[in-house]
Protein backbone atom coordinates (compact mmCIF):
# COMPACT_ATOMS: atom_id res chain seq x y z
CA UNK A 1 0.00 0.00 0.00
CA UNK A 2 1.35 3.58 -0.79
CA UNK A 3 2.20 5.68 2.17
CA UNK A 4 0.08 7.82 3.85
CA UNK A 5 0.85 11.60 3.42
CA UNK A 6 2.12 13.46 6.84
CA UNK A 7 0.13 14.99 9.04
CA UNK A 8 1.91 18.32 7.90
CA UNK A 9 1.25 17.62 4.41
CA UNK A 10 -2.95 18.11 6.22
CA UNK A 11 -5.23 20.45 8.02
CA UNK A 12 -4.77 18.74 11.61
CA UNK A 13 -4.88 21.87 13.90
CA UNK A 14 -7.96 22.30 14.98
CA UNK A 15 -6.88 26.11 16.16
CA UNK A 16 -4.83 27.02 12.86
CA UNK A 17 -8.10 25.59 10.45
CA UNK A 18 -10.31 28.41 12.82
CA UNK A 19 -8.09 30.82 12.46
CA UNK A 20 -7.69 30.28 8.60
CA UNK A 21 -11.32 30.20 8.05
CA UNK A 22 -11.69 33.78 10.18
CA UNK A 23 -9.27 35.44 7.89
CA UNK A 24 -10.59 34.08 4.66
CA UNK A 25 -13.94 34.58 5.09
CA UNK A 26 -13.26 38.36 6.60
CA UNK A 27 -10.69 39.28 3.47
CA UNK A 28 -14.42 37.71 1.49
CA UNK A 29 -16.49 40.45 3.44
CA UNK A 30 -14.23 43.18 2.30
CA UNK A 31 -13.28 42.37 -1.10
CA UNK A 32 -15.34 39.77 -2.83
CA UNK A 33 -16.70 40.65 -6.31
CA UNK A 34 -20.21 42.07 -7.02
CA UNK A 35 -20.97 39.23 -9.16
CA UNK A 36 -24.99 39.08 -10.47
CA UNK A 37 -25.40 35.21 -9.36
CA UNK A 38 -23.96 36.26 -6.51
CA UNK A 39 -26.50 38.86 -5.64
CA UNK A 40 -29.32 36.86 -6.52
CA UNK A 41 -28.29 33.79 -4.17
CA UNK A 42 -27.99 36.18 -1.14
CA UNK A 43 -31.32 38.10 -1.97
CA UNK A 44 -33.35 35.00 -2.99
CA UNK A 45 -35.56 34.34 -0.32
CA UNK A 46 -37.27 30.62 -2.34
CA UNK A 47 -34.98 27.92 -2.09
CA UNK A 48 -35.35 26.24 -5.27
CA UNK A 49 -35.16 29.73 -7.18
CA UNK A 50 -31.47 30.38 -5.52
CA UNK A 51 -30.87 27.00 -6.17
CA UNK A 52 -31.45 27.10 -9.73
CA UNK A 53 -29.74 30.76 -10.19
CA UNK A 54 -26.39 29.17 -8.71
CA UNK A 55 -26.37 26.33 -10.72
CA UNK A 56 -26.56 28.27 -14.03
CA UNK A 57 -24.10 30.49 -13.00
CA UNK A 58 -21.74 27.23 -11.70
CA UNK A 59 -22.65 25.06 -15.35
CA UNK A 60 -21.70 28.56 -16.92
CA UNK A 61 -18.43 29.26 -15.17
CA UNK A 62 -16.94 25.42 -16.43
CA UNK A 63 -14.11 26.07 -18.77
CA UNK A 64 -15.04 30.06 -19.03
CA UNK A 65 -13.84 33.17 -17.31
CA UNK A 66 -16.12 35.33 -15.29
CA UNK A 67 -15.86 38.17 -17.93
CA UNK A 68 -17.67 36.38 -20.13
CA UNK A 69 -20.25 34.44 -18.21
CA UNK A 70 -22.16 38.09 -16.79
CA UNK A 71 -23.93 38.80 -19.94
CA UNK A 72 -24.37 35.67 -20.61
CA UNK A 73 -25.33 34.78 -17.65
CA UNK A 74 -28.07 38.61 -16.95
CA UNK A 75 -29.67 37.06 -20.81
CA UNK A 76 -30.15 33.86 -19.54
CA UNK A 77 -31.98 34.56 -15.75
CA UNK A 78 -34.25 37.61 -18.04
CA UNK A 79 -35.29 34.88 -20.39
CA UNK A 80 -35.41 31.98 -18.54
CA UNK A 81 -35.88 32.80 -14.28
CA UNK A 82 -37.13 29.74 -13.04
CA UNK A 83 -36.66 26.33 -13.53
CA UNK A 84 -40.30 25.57 -14.70
CA UNK A 85 -39.37 28.58 -17.37
CA UNK A 86 -36.27 26.66 -18.92
CA UNK A 87 -37.77 23.30 -18.74
CA UNK A 88 -40.59 24.51 -21.43
CA UNK A 89 -37.72 26.14 -23.68
CA UNK A 90 -36.34 24.37 -26.91
CA UNK A 91 -32.81 22.89 -27.12
CA UNK A 92 -33.22 25.59 -30.58
CA UNK A 93 -33.57 28.74 -28.09
CA UNK A 94 -31.02 27.15 -25.67
CA UNK A 95 -28.56 27.14 -28.48
CA UNK A 96 -28.97 30.31 -29.58
CA UNK A 97 -28.47 32.00 -26.15
CA UNK A 98 -25.61 29.75 -25.41
CA UNK A 99 -23.68 30.72 -28.96
CA UNK A 100 -20.16 32.01 -28.48
CA UNK A 101 -19.89 30.93 -25.15
CA UNK A 102 -18.17 27.55 -26.12
CA UNK A 103 -18.72 23.74 -24.76
CA UNK A 104 -22.07 23.65 -26.13
CA UNK A 105 -23.30 20.63 -24.12
CA UNK A 106 -23.33 22.33 -20.97
CA UNK A 107 -26.36 24.20 -21.98
CA UNK A 108 -28.23 21.12 -23.61
CA UNK A 109 -27.25 19.35 -20.43
CA UNK A 110 -28.76 22.11 -18.28
CA UNK A 111 -31.89 21.80 -20.11
CA UNK A 112 -32.20 17.97 -19.77
CA UNK A 113 -31.67 18.11 -15.98
CA UNK A 114 -34.26 21.18 -15.68
CA UNK A 115 -37.12 19.00 -17.28
CA UNK A 116 -35.93 16.41 -15.20
CA UNK A 117 -36.55 17.60 -12.17
CA UNK A 118 -39.64 19.38 -13.35
CA UNK A 119 -41.32 15.93 -15.14
CA UNK A 120 -39.42 13.76 -11.95
CA UNK A 121 -38.55 15.85 -8.83
CA UNK A 122 -41.85 17.68 -8.81
CA UNK A 123 -40.03 20.48 -9.55
CA UNK A 124 -37.99 20.77 -6.52
CA UNK A 125 -34.21 20.94 -6.82
CA UNK A 126 -32.25 17.91 -5.09
CA UNK A 127 -31.08 19.68 -1.51
CA UNK A 128 -27.69 17.52 -0.70
CA UNK A 129 -24.23 17.69 -2.89
CA UNK A 130 -25.03 13.82 -3.43
CA UNK A 131 -28.55 14.04 -4.60
CA UNK A 132 -27.19 16.87 -6.95
CA UNK A 133 -24.87 14.77 -8.50
CA UNK A 134 -26.82 11.59 -8.38
CA UNK A 135 -30.09 12.87 -9.82
CA UNK A 136 -29.05 15.76 -12.16
CA UNK A 137 -27.48 15.67 -15.59
CA UNK A 138 -24.53 17.41 -15.94
CA UNK A 139 -23.75 17.95 -12.32
CA UNK A 140 -20.70 16.32 -11.17
CA UNK A 141 -18.81 16.98 -7.70
CA UNK A 142 -18.03 20.05 -8.10
CA UNK A 143 -21.04 21.74 -8.91
CA UNK A 144 -23.52 19.75 -6.65
CA UNK A 145 -20.92 20.50 -3.75
CA UNK A 146 -21.23 24.31 -5.18
CA UNK A 147 -25.18 24.65 -5.28
CA UNK A 148 -25.54 22.70 -2.26
CA UNK A 149 -23.48 24.88 -0.17
CA UNK A 150 -24.26 28.34 -1.36
CA UNK A 151 -27.79 27.84 -1.68
CA UNK A 152 -28.86 25.67 0.84
CA UNK A 153 -26.20 25.37 3.29
CA UNK A 154 -24.75 21.84 3.41
CA UNK A 155 -21.13 22.02 5.17
CA UNK A 156 -19.58 20.59 2.09
CA UNK A 157 -16.10 21.08 0.26
CA UNK A 158 -15.21 21.98 -3.32
CA UNK A 159 -12.55 21.55 -5.36
CA UNK A 160 -12.07 23.38 -8.56
CA UNK A 161 -8.79 24.31 -10.66
CA UNK A 162 -8.37 27.60 -7.83
CA UNK A 163 -8.98 25.72 -4.91
CA UNK A 164 -6.53 22.98 -6.14
CA UNK A 165 -3.86 26.03 -6.56
CA UNK A 166 -4.22 27.26 -3.44
CA UNK A 167 -4.58 24.26 -1.27
CA UNK A 168 -1.36 22.82 -3.20
CA UNK A 169 0.36 26.20 -2.08
CA UNK A 170 -0.55 26.03 1.13
CA UNK A 171 0.42 22.80 2.01
CA UNK A 172 3.32 22.24 -0.84
CA UNK A 173 1.57 19.68 -2.71
CA UNK A 174 3.95 18.73 -5.69
CA UNK A 175 2.44 15.39 -6.73
CA UNK A 176 0.52 15.65 -9.96
CA UNK A 177 -2.38 17.58 -9.20
CA UNK A 178 -4.60 15.85 -11.95
CA UNK A 179 -3.85 12.32 -10.27
CA UNK A 180 -7.03 10.63 -8.99
CA UNK A 181 -5.04 10.10 -5.77
CA UNK A 182 -4.11 13.76 -5.48
CA UNK A 183 -7.67 15.12 -5.83
CA UNK A 184 -9.20 12.70 -3.45
CA UNK A 185 -6.67 13.79 -0.94
CA UNK A 186 -7.39 17.56 -1.83
CA UNK A 187 -11.32 16.71 -1.61
CA UNK A 188 -11.15 15.54 1.58
CA UNK A 189 -8.60 19.17 2.74
CA UNK A 190 -11.42 21.11 1.68
CA UNK A 191 -14.05 19.24 3.63
CA UNK A 192 -12.16 19.44 6.61
CA UNK A 193 -11.45 23.35 5.67
CA UNK A 194 -15.04 24.37 5.19
CA UNK A 195 -16.77 26.45 7.47
CA UNK A 196 -19.59 24.96 9.13
CA UNK A 197 -21.37 27.88 9.66
CA UNK A 198 -21.24 29.96 6.52
CA UNK A 199 -20.14 26.83 4.35
CA UNK A 200 -21.41 28.67 0.75
CA UNK A 201 -19.51 32.03 1.49
CA UNK A 202 -16.39 30.05 2.53
CA UNK A 203 -15.96 27.79 -0.39
CA UNK A 204 -16.83 30.99 -2.65
CA UNK A 205 -14.50 32.91 -0.87
CA UNK A 206 -11.57 29.76 -1.63
CA UNK A 207 -12.12 29.97 -5.10
CA UNK A 208 -12.04 33.92 -4.48
CA UNK A 209 -8.46 34.04 -3.35
CA UNK A 210 -7.38 31.45 -6.44
CA UNK A 211 -9.23 33.97 -8.81
CA UNK A 212 -7.62 36.54 -7.88
CA UNK A 213 -4.97 36.75 -5.58
CA UNK A 214 -3.45 32.98 -5.57
CA UNK A 215 -3.66 33.14 -9.15
CA UNK A 216 -1.48 30.94 -11.74
CA UNK A 217 1.49 33.23 -12.39
CA UNK A 218 2.49 36.32 -10.45
CA UNK A 219 0.60 35.72 -7.70
CA UNK A 220 -0.23 38.63 -5.49
CA UNK A 221 1.00 36.57 -2.03
CA UNK A 222 1.35 40.25 0.31
CA UNK A 223 -2.19 40.28 0.10
CA UNK A 224 -3.01 37.12 0.26
CA UNK A 225 -5.31 37.01 3.85
CA UNK A 226 -3.97 33.27 4.85
CA UNK A 227 -0.65 33.91 3.75
CA UNK A 228 0.83 33.12 7.34
CA UNK A 229 -0.82 29.76 7.21
CA UNK A 230 1.01 28.96 3.56
CA UNK A 231 4.36 26.68 3.97
CA UNK A 232 5.12 27.99 0.06
CA UNK A 233 5.09 31.13 0.69
CA UNK A 234 7.42 30.21 4.02
CA UNK A 235 9.41 28.61 2.16
CA UNK A 236 10.14 31.14 -0.33
CA UNK A 237 10.59 34.11 2.29
CA UNK A 238 12.90 32.17 4.45
CA UNK A 239 14.84 30.14 1.96
CA UNK A 240 15.77 25.78 2.12
CA UNK A 241 15.12 24.77 5.30
CA UNK A 242 17.73 22.82 7.40
CA UNK A 243 18.18 19.29 6.68
CA UNK A 244 15.82 17.76 9.07
CA UNK A 245 12.42 15.86 8.54
CA UNK A 246 10.28 19.06 6.95
CA UNK A 247 7.56 18.90 3.92
CA UNK A 248 10.24 19.86 1.78
CA UNK A 249 11.89 16.04 2.12
CA UNK A 250 9.33 13.99 4.17
CA UNK A 251 8.98 10.71 3.50
CA UNK A 252 12.67 11.06 1.81
CA UNK A 253 10.76 10.04 -1.55
CA UNK A 254 8.17 8.20 -0.77
CA UNK A 255 5.48 10.26 0.24
CA UNK A 256 2.40 10.63 -2.30
CA UNK A 257 1.88 14.34 -2.24
CA UNK A 258 5.88 15.48 -2.57
CA UNK A 259 7.18 16.88 -5.80
CA UNK A 260 8.92 14.09 -7.91
CA UNK A 261 12.25 14.11 -6.72
CA UNK A 262 13.74 14.75 -10.00
CA UNK A 263 11.72 18.14 -9.74
CA UNK A 264 13.09 19.95 -7.14
CA UNK A 265 12.16 23.33 -5.51
CA UNK A 266 13.11 26.14 -8.27
CA UNK A 267 13.89 28.84 -5.82
CA UNK A 268 12.90 31.49 -8.87
CA UNK A 269 9.69 30.21 -9.08
CA UNK A 270 8.91 30.78 -5.41
CA UNK A 271 4.88 29.61 -4.53
CA UNK A 272 4.19 28.92 -8.11
CA UNK A 273 6.75 25.61 -8.03
CA UNK A 274 2.97 24.46 -6.95
CA UNK A 275 1.07 23.23 -8.52
CA UNK A 276 2.86 20.47 -10.35
CA UNK A 277 0.81 19.56 -13.33
CA UNK A 278 1.15 16.82 -15.96
CA UNK A 279 2.24 17.71 -19.53
CA UNK A 280 -0.91 18.33 -21.25
CA UNK A 281 -1.57 16.43 -24.87
CA UNK A 282 -1.69 18.70 -27.73
CA UNK A 283 -4.25 19.46 -29.53
CA UNK A 284 -5.03 16.86 -32.48
CA UNK A 285 -4.78 19.25 -35.60
CA UNK A 286 -8.40 18.77 -38.13
CA UNK A 287 -9.26 20.69 -41.40
CA UNK A 288 -12.69 21.02 -42.56
CA UNK A 289 -13.83 22.08 -46.03
CA UNK A 290 -16.56 24.79 -45.50
CA UNK A 291 -18.62 26.22 -48.08
CA UNK A 292 -20.86 29.70 -47.97
CA UNK A 293 -24.03 28.91 -50.64
CA UNK A 294 -25.13 32.30 -51.12
CA UNK A 295 -28.53 33.27 -52.79
CA UNK A 296 -29.97 36.48 -53.80
CA UNK A 297 -33.16 36.43 -51.66
CA UNK A 298 -36.70 37.23 -52.58
CA UNK A 299 -36.02 41.08 -51.09
CA UNK A 300 -33.09 41.24 -52.76
CA UNK A 301 -30.73 40.64 -49.99
CA UNK A 302 -28.23 37.90 -50.30
CA UNK A 303 -28.74 34.44 -48.18
CA UNK A 304 -26.56 31.83 -46.99
CA UNK A 305 -27.45 28.37 -46.60
CA UNK A 306 -27.17 26.83 -42.96
CA UNK A 307 -27.16 23.00 -42.09
CA UNK A 308 -27.75 21.77 -38.55
CA UNK A 309 -25.37 19.63 -37.28
CA UNK A 310 -26.16 16.29 -35.47
CA UNK A 311 -27.43 15.96 -31.97
CA UNK A 312 -24.52 14.80 -30.30
CA UNK A 313 -20.59 15.16 -30.43
CA UNK A 314 -18.83 18.30 -30.94
CA UNK A 315 -20.91 21.52 -31.43
CA UNK A 316 -24.03 18.87 -30.88
CA UNK A 317 -27.30 20.58 -32.50
CA UNK A 318 -25.72 23.89 -33.59
CA UNK A 319 -25.79 25.24 -37.32
CA UNK A 320 -23.50 25.52 -39.73
CA UNK A 321 -21.98 26.07 -43.49
CA UNK A 322 -22.13 23.04 -45.28
CA UNK A 323 -18.81 21.20 -44.17
CA UNK A 324 -16.61 18.29 -44.73
CA UNK A 325 -13.84 16.92 -42.94
CA UNK A 326 -10.95 16.66 -44.99
CA UNK A 327 -7.48 14.22 -44.92
CA UNK A 328 -4.25 16.00 -43.67
CA UNK A 329 -2.01 16.64 -46.04
CA UNK A 330 -4.25 17.13 -49.54
CA UNK A 331 -3.63 18.94 -51.85
CA UNK A 332 -6.03 22.02 -52.85
CA UNK A 333 -7.27 20.67 -55.93
CA UNK A 334 -8.07 17.39 -54.19
CA UNK A 335 -9.94 19.64 -51.42
CA UNK A 336 -11.85 21.60 -53.73
CA UNK A 337 -13.09 18.40 -55.30
CA UNK A 338 -14.42 16.40 -52.55
CA UNK A 339 -16.22 19.09 -51.12
CA UNK A 340 -17.67 19.42 -54.77
CA UNK A 341 -19.07 15.89 -54.82
CA UNK A 342 -20.21 16.37 -51.04
CA UNK A 343 -22.56 19.15 -52.11
CA UNK A 344 -22.87 17.07 -55.07
CA UNK A 345 -24.34 14.52 -53.52
CA UNK A 346 -26.19 16.62 -50.85
CA UNK A 347 -27.86 19.27 -53.27
CA UNK A 348 -28.75 16.55 -55.92
CA UNK A 349 -27.38 18.22 -59.09
CA UNK A 350 -24.04 19.06 -60.44
CA UNK A 351 -21.72 21.24 -59.03
CA UNK A 352 -18.48 21.44 -60.54
CA UNK A 353 -14.74 21.61 -58.57
CA UNK A 354 -13.68 25.13 -60.50
CA UNK A 355 -17.01 26.81 -59.51
CA UNK A 356 -15.76 26.91 -56.07
CA UNK A 357 -14.01 29.98 -55.06
CA UNK A 358 -11.35 29.44 -52.63
CA UNK A 359 -11.75 32.66 -49.81
CA UNK A 360 -9.17 31.68 -47.20
CA UNK A 361 -8.40 29.90 -44.48
CA UNK A 362 -9.89 29.71 -40.69
CA UNK A 363 -7.88 28.49 -37.63
CA UNK A 364 -10.04 27.66 -34.17
CA UNK A 365 -8.97 25.93 -31.21
CA UNK A 366 -10.98 23.87 -29.41
CA UNK A 367 -10.07 22.15 -26.05
CA UNK A 368 -8.56 19.60 -27.50
CA UNK A 369 -8.56 20.25 -31.50
CA UNK A 370 -6.67 22.67 -33.41
CA UNK A 371 -9.13 23.30 -36.31
CA UNK A 372 -8.73 24.80 -39.70
CA UNK A 373 -11.25 25.42 -41.69
CA UNK A 374 -10.76 25.64 -45.68
CA UNK A 375 -13.11 28.54 -46.87
CA UNK A 376 -14.96 28.47 -50.39
CA UNK A 377 -17.83 30.50 -51.33
CA UNK A 378 -20.65 29.30 -54.52
CA UNK A 379 -23.30 31.93 -55.75
CA UNK A 380 -26.03 29.76 -57.00
CA UNK A 381 -28.63 31.26 -59.74
CA UNK A 382 -32.31 30.28 -58.66
CA UNK A 383 -33.31 28.22 -55.49
CA UNK A 384 -31.82 24.48 -54.44
CA UNK A 385 -33.76 21.82 -53.85
CA UNK A 386 -32.18 19.61 -50.53
CA UNK A 387 -32.69 16.05 -49.85
CA UNK A 388 -34.99 15.95 -46.81
CA UNK A 389 -33.48 12.96 -45.40
CA UNK A 390 -30.44 14.45 -44.94
CA UNK A 391 -29.94 17.17 -41.90
CA UNK A 392 -32.20 19.51 -41.45
CA UNK A 393 -30.97 23.69 -43.81
CA UNK A 394 -32.64 26.34 -43.57
CA UNK A 395 -31.48 30.05 -45.97
CA UNK A 396 -30.62 32.79 -43.42
CA UNK A 397 -30.10 36.66 -44.11
CA UNK A 398 -26.68 37.83 -42.10
CA UNK A 399 -28.46 39.00 -39.23
CA UNK A 400 -30.60 35.76 -39.17
CA UNK A 401 -26.97 34.22 -39.23
CA UNK A 402 -25.91 35.85 -36.26
CA UNK A 403 -29.34 35.37 -34.41
CA UNK A 404 -29.08 32.17 -35.18
CA UNK A 405 -27.25 29.03 -32.97
CA UNK A 406 -23.74 29.46 -34.42
CA UNK A 407 -20.32 29.00 -33.16
CA UNK A 408 -17.66 31.11 -32.84
CA UNK A 409 -15.85 29.50 -35.44
CA UNK A 410 -18.73 29.81 -38.07
CA UNK A 411 -18.61 33.62 -37.49
CA UNK A 412 -15.43 33.64 -38.01
CA UNK A 413 -15.59 31.55 -41.08
Known sequence: APAPPPARHLFSDPAEVEALRGNLLAWY????????????????????RRGYAVWVSEIMLQQTQVATVIDYYKR???????????????????NELWAGLGYYSRGKRLQEAARKVVSELAGQMPRTAEDL??????????????????????????VDGNVIRVLCRLRCIGADSSSPAVIDRLWDMANVLVDRSRPGDFNQALMELGATVCVPKAPLCGECPVKQHCQAWRRKLFGNPPKVPDVEDCGVGDCPLCPPAT??????????????????????AM???????ERRGCHGAPEYLIVQRP????????WEFPSLPLAQDLQEEREREELADHLQAWMGRPVAAKSLRFIGEVIHIFSHIHQTYVVYSLPLDGDVT????????????????????????????
Open 287 to 293: RTATCVL
Open 311 to 318: SSGLLAGL
Open 263 to 284: EPWDSSLGVTNFPRKAAKKPPR
Open 386 to 413: LDPALSPSRWVTEDEFHASAVSTAMKKV
Open 76 to 94: WMQKWPTLQALAQASLEEV
Open 133 to 158: QKLLPGVGRYTAGAIASISYGQATGV
Open 29 to 48: DRCKRDLPWRALAATEPDAD
